[in-house]
């Protein structure tokens, strides 16, 4: 597998294992004699704004990593098939729907 690949599945399984460890801390604190109401609201508004810009970050970094921003051409086709395997071991770009492809929708 390529190593890309493993690293961002990888690093899912780290974020889905943190979150599962937050969910456990809070629950422990909900037996033990909760904070405040207002304190849980906050805390979970500040952990969703982290993870947000975890993700938005970590989004960017696929990004600007992608070996099809560095290509002369990047809209031409892989000559070998170990240089399709290397483009397309980053994200790829959004797929409209079935709908909107009939309707006349591009990738974008």
């Known amino acids: 597998m390529h190593p890309f690949i493993e690293q961002s599945i990888a690093a899912d399984r780290m974020r889905e294992l943190q979150q ?3 969910a456990a801390r809070m629950a422990r604190l909900a037996r033990r004699g909760a904070p405040p109401k207002g304190l849980r ?3 979970r508004a500040v952990a969703g704004v982290v993870a947000e810009c975890n ?15 560095y ?12 240089e399709f395997l290397a483009r397309t071991s980053t ?18």
């Open 55 to 69: 993700d938005a970050q970590r989004r960017l970094l696929v990004r600007t990593a992608a070996t099809d921003r």
């Open 71 to 82: 290509l002369a051409e990047p809209r031409r086709a892989p000559d070998t098939y170990a």
């Open 41 to 43: 609201k906050l805390a």
């Open 91 to 108: 994200s790829l770009l959004r797929e409209p729907t079935a709908d909107l492809r009939l309707s006349g929708d591009c990738v974008r």
């Open 20 to 22: 599962e460890a937050a």
